[in-house]
């Protein structure tokens, strides 16, 4: 005969029901809090972004009361008689971002698709992206004085040479005499070069794998793949990360202080003396007073305008691409 065994139920699970609610009551309210603080997080982020604005925008309103609009266009900075003028700066600041942009985008996209490509081993790969990535970890004061004793008196003779047998072209129009407008954007372009690089590769390698596989067995030969296929459809996070580059360039104080010159003019000339708003917030602010605060205020609220709209139009184009390349 064969005995069957009856199915004891164990103590162990005994009350689980009641452990079972305990746990999803628990969980739902950890959900509930987590959900608060994210909440909070996320427009206390906006409150903190409107307050700054209001308290930057109300310091300024002294100098906005005293020369309005055209602050924008006025071309004088002369503290001893209040007459303040904002075109230079803005000038000196769109030029000096814009020549770094110039330098630092072909570098930054190459460097991506180097890194991205397979090109290397994934150790020595990775070890190429940390010391990219260790560019944004050096202190802006260093780059400064790496500029002061290196990349100034490389430019100098080349830009007396260059004026000495170019110098009518607006851009050589003036020999170089120490900071300008080179030198700064050639070391802010190496400032900025990390978010180029970085944000580009992350752009790469959302290009579909299916699509560089297809080209590949159809006979196209690498260069062909990332130049027709994963440069077009990276193409818009690629511009999104040189939007974002170029707001992190417009900001830069202490690097471009010590090497743009600090002179409020606006010349056409790469080795030119200029200067730059965040320059002039850095160097004027600790000894302004009365209409001159008011006036650095009304810089540092046109600044802001500036940076924050490049940068929207940034995120704006990032998520775009974002929605592309999963559609694809």
């Given amino acids: 005969m064969i005995e069957t065994e009856t199915m004891v139920p164990s103590t162990a699970s005994t009350g689980t029901p009641w452990v079972a609610s ?4 628990r969980a739902k309210g950890f959900d509930v809090l987590f959900s608060g603080l994210t909440f909070l997080s996320g427009w206390g982020t906006v409150a903190l972004l409107l307050l700054i604005g209001l308290e930057v925008g109300y310091a300024a309103l002294p100098a906005m009361r005293q020369f309005g609009f055209h602050f924008l266009v006025g071309m004088q900075w002369d503290p001893v008689n209040d007459q303040y003028g ?32 397979d090109y290397l081993h994934h150790k020595l790969r990775s070890f190429c992206k940390f010391l990219v990535e260790l560019l944004a970890a050096i202190p802006s004061v260093i780059y400064g004085l790496w500029g002061i004793y290196v990349v100034i008196p490389i430019t100098t003779p080349l830009g007396n040479w260059l004026n000495a047998h170019f110098g009518w072209i607006p851009f050589f129009s003036t020999p170089a005499s120490g900071p ?21 590769g992350a752009a790469l390698k959302t290009t579909p794998q299916a699509l560089k596989e297809g080209a590949s067995a159809l006979g196209a030969t690498r260069w062909d793949v990332i130049l027709q296929i994963t440069l077009p459809i990276a193409a818009s996070g690629i511009f999104g990360a040189v939007v974002l580059a170029l707001g992190r360039a417009m900001g830069e104080t202490m690097a471009l202080a010590m090497l743009v010159g600090n002179n409020n003019q606006i010349s056409a000339s790469l080795f030119a003396p200029a200067n730059t708003i965040a320059s002039l917030l850095a160097n004027s602010f600790g000894e ?13 609220f046109i600044l802001m305008a500036l940076t924050l709209g490049i940068n929207a139009v940034a995120e704006v184009i990032l998520e775009r691409s974002g929605a592309t390349k999963k559609h694809l």
């Avoid at 305990?22 to 009551?25: L, N, S, T, Y």
């Avoid at 770094?100 to 991205?116: C, K, N, Q, R």
């Avoid at 302004?288 to 540092?300: I, K, P």
């Fill in 22 to 25: 305990k746990r999803a009551k």
């Fill in 180 to 200: 300008g407008f080179l030198p700064a954007s050639f070391v802010l372009a190496i400032m900025i070069l990390p978010t180029i690089a970085a944000l580009s």
């Fill in 86 to 117: 904002a075109l230079p700066l803005i000038y000196g600041t769109m030029v000096s971002a814009a020549l770094a942009l110039l330098i630092s985008t072909p570098l930054g996209v190459a460097i991506a698709i180097f890194l991205t490509e």
């Fill in 288 to 300: 302004a007073s009365g209409l001159e605060v008011a006036s650095l205020m009304y810089l540092s």
